[in-house]
């Protein structure tokens, strides 16, 4: 199994900045993708973004510059730098992997935006 943790989430004025990490671990054997996805109240997951393990990246039109996703692969750990937060932001983040066949999800943080 694969578990993922992430971390950094929290409280935030509008036009402030956060920095989420996550880390893999376990059996983890050959990573295809990392990334990040959303899911704000009574909406459905959504992309954040995403980066492959040759550092292809990814973004959702709403990330595209303010958010910058970038990995480690020697720590098996992928971060989400987010700058000029919106209201419109705030969600639970959850930290994907895809490797093989297998696709693992992280407990989610919570990101709150206030206005």
């Known amino acids: 199994q694969v578990q993922l943790v992430e971390s950094g989430g929290g409280l935030v004025q509008a036009g402030g900045s956060l920095r989420l990490s996550c880390v893999a671990s376990?059996?983890?054997?050959?990573?295809?993708?990392m990334g990040w996805y959303r899911q704000a109240p009574g909406k459905q997951r959504e992309l954040v973004a995403t980066i492959t393990s040759t550092g292809n990246t990814n973004y959702a039109a709403s990330a595209k510059g303010r958010f910058t996703i970038s990995g480690d692969n020697a720590k098996n750990t992928v971060y989400l730098q987010m700058y000029n937060l919106k209201p419109e932001d705030t969600a639970v983040y959850y930290c994907?992997?895809?490797?093989?066949?297998?696709?693992?999800w992280g407990q989610g943080t919570q990101v709150t935006v206030s206005s």
């Open positions: 376990g059996r983890i054997l050959s990573i295809n993708a």
């Open positions: 994907n992997l895809a490797q093989g066949v297998g696709n693992y």
